[in-house]
């Protein structure tokens, strides 16, 4: 990009050059080589179509999750949980391999062992996760070891990647000294069914959350 004088005011192109007028400055610089024809059905693209069809997907899906756990993102406190979050989604994206590549999903890749381990790990800010602690089995909380945990929410996400959109519900019980809790199914098992865990204090204060 280059500034010019000249009596005559130009913009637009000429050849290969680009005249436009920018903060009150006359500019010049040169057509970019990019061409959205070319990025379309050129097959030296291909690759590239691909990364970013990817891409976007993990991008809804990170965004329709999040979307789900706005109340308990905002807890987190992290201005950088966005970008993790979407790290997180590539890394699972990345273990799909049933499908071709520029077609994986966040989805395939939630099937398999590690990659419900990664999401299980997945921290939310510096609110310790429980993973340690916590699992969901046949419509049950267990937990294993209660420190000052008062109650518990438990959200229920039913994930339709397909149409980019997801339902979700909200139980809070209060842990007594069983350590199996039971909680309301509100979606059927055909449903593909993520469960995320908050652990509070009697003062309703968040001790530890996180996808079990």
Excluded at 49 to 74: P, W
Excluded at 120 to 137: H, L
């Amino acid at each position: 990009m280059a500034t010019y004088e000249s009596v005559i005011k130009i913009t637009g192109a000429v050849g290969d050059l680009v005249f436009y007028n920018l903060n009150g400055k006359n500019v010049v610089r040169k057509k970019s080589g990019f061409n959205k024809t070319a990025f379309k059905k050129n097959p030296s693209y291909e690759k590239v179509r691909q990364n970013s069809s990817e891409f976007g997907h993990c991008s809804k899906v990170g965004k329709i999750i999040r979307a789900s756990l706005d109340f308990y993102i905002k807890k987190a406190g992290d201005p950088l949980l966005y970008q993790k979050f979407a790290k997180l989604m590539t890394e699972i994206k990345d273990l799909d391999t049933v499908s071709e590549r520029g077609k994986r999903t966040v989805e395939n890749g939630l099937q398999t062992e590690i990659g419900k381990k990664l999401l299980k790990q997945f921290q939310f800010g510096t609110i310790e996760n429980v993973m340690s602690i916590v699992e969901v089995k046949n419509q049950a909380l267990l937990i294993n070891g209660k420190k000052q945990i008062d109650k518990a929410a438990i959200l229920t996400i039913k994930l339709d990647s397909e149409n980019m959109m997801t339902e979700y519900a909200e139980d809070e019980v209060i842990l007594n000294e069983s350590q199996k809790i039971s909680f309301k199914e509100y979606f059927g098992k055909e449903n593909f069914l993520l469960y995320f865990v908050a652990l509070k204090n009697e003062n309703n204060e968040i001790l530890q959350m996180g996808f079990v």
